[in-house]
């Protein structure tokens, strides 16, 4: 069975950085083909994929919003996924997920697996 715990979250200033951390039930973490951060505005139903990575090749993937800014990695010892963000706004607050699937197309919203999210919020 795939787990996946967020954590990081936090209230923050505008230009400020996080650092969310994604751990991956070790027993499935080597079969993953996808890994996506997504993140929940607030009053809205849609998951925004923020950013996203084929991990055979590391091809990554950011939205507009967050190119530049937001950095996604893994650490394949410690079966964990970040995703580093800096200069946030008050528009990047919300609830931020993680994601992961043995296959698929992993630039798009279609996930099996999923965290149970992690609140970011944003002051300006």
């Known amino acids: 069975r795939v787990k996946l715990v967020e954590s990081g979250g936090a209230s923050v200033q505008a230009g400020e950085s996080l650092r969310l951390s994604c751990a991956a039930s070790?027993?499935?973490?080597?079969?993953?083909?996808?890994m996506g951060w997504f993140r929940q505005a607030p009053g809205e139903a849609r998951r925004e994929r923020v950013a996203s990575v084929l991990l055979i090749t590391g091809d990554t993937k950011y939205a507009d919003s967050v190119k530049d800014r937001f950095t996604l990695s893994e650490d394949a010892v410690e079966n964990i996924f970040y995703l580093q963000m800096n200069n946030l706004k008050p528009e990047d607050a919300g609830v931020y997920y993680c994601?992961?699937?043995?296959?698929?197309?992993?630039?798009?919203?279609?996930?099996?697996?999923w965290g149970q999210g992690t609140q970011v919020t944003v002051s300006s």
């Open positions: 994601a992961t699937d043995y296959g698929g197309s992993c630039h798009t919203n279609q996930y099996n697996f």
């Open positions: 070790e027993m499935t973490y080597g079969r993953f083909r996808c």
